[in-house]
């Protein structure tokens, strides 16, 4: 039967031959139908992919005599199941080092199969919506065969390909793979996209994919300001964005005032958004993803996802155990030159438990079969709906702290005791309740306080040597102050039961200075429950330099209206006479003093709720 295209595979292919096909939504599927029909003579032709928005039909059972897929990202059913089942491999290969197997001749290509735009005046066609390593490809195969879409953007960059590189061109009109619409329709989604919106400053580059989690981070990015875009791919989320005029690219510093992708795959919406548009720049997966030129972006954003992550921070991405799943793609290379970028931030971010509650994706250590796809000195941050844990430059005791803190309540005890195996955690070391539902769905207020940010948070485990820091740096007339006496240790094991606090009867809050992943506690607020009177003793102490800033104030503030909130009659606290600040505080605040008690020392009472006459 002749080809409906009028091609004779036969003098373009043989048996055994390495070809590429293009990517995303740039699969030449016109091509590859016809291949499928009328290149039957031909065997054991092994196709190198990406991920392919197609039915990948080549990849079917009944196929498997004729095609063999060599992919570099699991995407679809189809493929995930050959490579199951053996009937197609998965070659794990960073994506900017992708185009160098295809140049360096480590998987020669015999032939290339893509998709590109009509050619133009000067006799050049566009790779459109995907140049990644579609560009690389097309320069090492020895022939290249080419669907001539008039239903392709042209797009701008690095993406034109000239006819004189192309050996057979075939027009045939075909309307581009849509990605469906991804709804960030759930809480958890909700959460970790307002978790990471807060993390991003305005000013930064942002990097992110697709998926209920980017789409919720893109749309709590709404009210940022002057957003710029270096990522490998963008969506109709990052066109939303560009609209609203929420990212302009101007304060990027590398290509400034141009977004910077290699492919993009969407709504037919995106595609025509992308024609012709000299806003956007279109780059080969070697010079976009090289960590180099990520960080030569101020402020780099790079948001990944991962199937789980382990207590030290090394993060699975591509497997389930032994099942092949996705692929590297590009968050190794994100998250290095985020990593080198000044002011950059690598994130990973993850829902804390598998869809159906009953499996932890905070993990002790990752499970038998999967592998680590990002090393665990390339996360700086890991973001649950609990929380986001910091990771930079912290210990490995310090990490699994951190990640259990934003582990699934349910979890938490269970990998704390799984730490200790081991020795990570020393004996002394509890897990209690560390949320205090009453700051909100994100567990902190933001605070500005002579002009600097601060953020009012609870205490938790793994502000045991922030805590023990803060303490060394009173002055001796503070200790005397706060404690009534100059206590002069504040040991390992004393430090970690003070911020191994209950936080669901008791309470301990601090305010802290943010910088990345720099954090230090400037002061720290406490109430401890007395449930015989359902009263409470309030205490706080400031460090020097923001004394008198209203800092005690703002955490005096807060515990009362957590402490109405719980219920509670009155609260206490005891200053010694001598300490006019700190009584100023209270009075101000609402507290009488009481008859004394002791000499030298002041009572005071905030009464909550009056007690009902019988």
Not at 286 to 300: F, H, K, L, Q
Not at 534 to 542: D, I, K, M
Not at 543 to 568: C, H, P, T, V
Request: aromatic share 8%.
């Amino acid at each position: 039967m002749p080809s409906a295209l009028g091609i004779d595979w036969k003098q373009y292919l043989k048996s055994g031959q390495r070809i590429f096909i293009g990517s995303h939504a740039a699969v030449p599927g016109a091509l590859m139908d016809d291949l499928i029909a009328h290149g039957r003579q031909l065997h054991d032709i092994e196709i190198v992919q990406l991920l392919t928005l197609s039915d990948n039909a080549w990849a079917n059972p009944d196929q498997q005599h004729r095609f063999k897929v060599n992919t570099f990202f699991i995407g679809g059913d189809t493929i995930r199941q050959a490579v199951a089942e053996g009937r197609a491999d998965y070659t794990p290969c960073f994506m900017s080092d992708i185009p160098h197997l295809f140049t360096d001749d480590i998987l020669p290509l015999d032939a290339a199969l893509i998709m590109v735009s009509p050619a133009d005046q000067h006799g050049y066609h566009s790779l459109g919506v995907s140049v990644d390593v579609v560009a690389a490809a097309a320069k090492a195969a020895k022939i290249v065969i080419a669907q001539v879409n008039p239903l392709m953007p042209v797009t701008y960059g690095q993406s034109f390909i000239h006819r004189d590189q192309i050996d057979l061109s075939i027009e045939c009109a075909q309307p581009l793979p849509e990605l469906p619409k991804v709804d960030s329709d759930n809480e958890v989604s909700e959460r970790i996209g307002q978790y990471i919106a807060l993390l991003v400053e305005d000013g930064a580059t942002i990097q992110l994919g697709v998926g209920r989690i980017c789409t919720a981070v893109l749309k709590y990015l709404g009210n940022h300001k002057d957003l710029g875009v270096h990522s490998d791919m963008i969506t109709d989320g990052i066109m939303a964005l560009i609209q609203k005029g929420v990212i302009t690219n101007r304060r990027k510093t590398f290509h400034p005032g141009k977004v910077v992708t290699s492919f993009c795959v969407g709504s037919k919406a995106l595609y025509d958004f992308v024609h012709h548009n000299p806003h956007i720049g279109f780059y080969p997966s070697e010079y976009v993803n090289s960590p180099a030129n990520i960080a030569r972006n101020e402020r780099m954003m790079a948001i990944n996802s991962a199937i789980e992550v382990d207590l030290t921070g090394q993060v699975v991405a591509d497997s389930i155990g032994h099942q092949f799943y996705s692929g590297i793609g590009g968050q190794v290379d994100f998250s290095r030159g985020a990593s080198m970028s000044v002011g950059g931030k690598p994130i990973v971010a993850l829902p804390s438990t598998t869809e159906d509650g009953k499996t932890s994706r905070i993990v002790p250590h990752i499970r038998e079969g999967a592998g680590v796809v990002t090393s665990r000195a390339h996360v700086h941050y890991v973001v649950t709906e609990f929380g986001v844990a910091s990771l930079r430059g912290k210990s490995i005791r310090e990490r699994a702290l951190e990640l259990i803190r934003v582990a699934h309540p349910k979890f938490r005890h269970q990998l704390l005791q799984k730490v200790r195996e081991h020795y990570w955690v020393p004996h002394y070391q509890q897990q209690t309740p560390v949320e205090v539902p009453e700051l909100g769905k994100v567990g902190f207020k933001e605070l500005i306080i002579g002009g600097e940010h601060f953020d009012l948070r609870p205490l938790n485990p793994s502000d045991e040597r922030r805590l023990q820091e803060f303490f060394y740096s009173h002055t001796k007339e503070t200790l005397q102050l706060r404690y009534n006496a100059v206590p002069t240790q504040m040991s390992r094991e004393k430090s970690c039961n003070l911020v191994s606090v209950d936080q669901s009867k008791d309470l301990a809050l601090c305010i802290v200075r943010q910088k990345g992943s720099a954090v230090q506690i400037q002061a720290v607020g406490r109430y401890y429950l007395l449930p015989a009177a359902n009263s409470c003793e309030v205490a706080f102490v400031t460090r020097e330099k923001y004394q008198g800033q209203g800092m005690a104030k703002r955490l005096l503030d807060e515990m009362i209206a957590i402490a109405k909130a719980r219920g509670l009659d009155a609260m206490l606290a005891y200053v010694r006479a001598d300490n006019q600040p700190m009584l100023s505080v209270f009075e101000k605040a609402g507290f009488v003093r009481l008859p004394a008690d002791e000499p030298g020392e002041i009572t005071l009472k905030l009464t909550l709720r009056p007690k009902t006459k019988e």
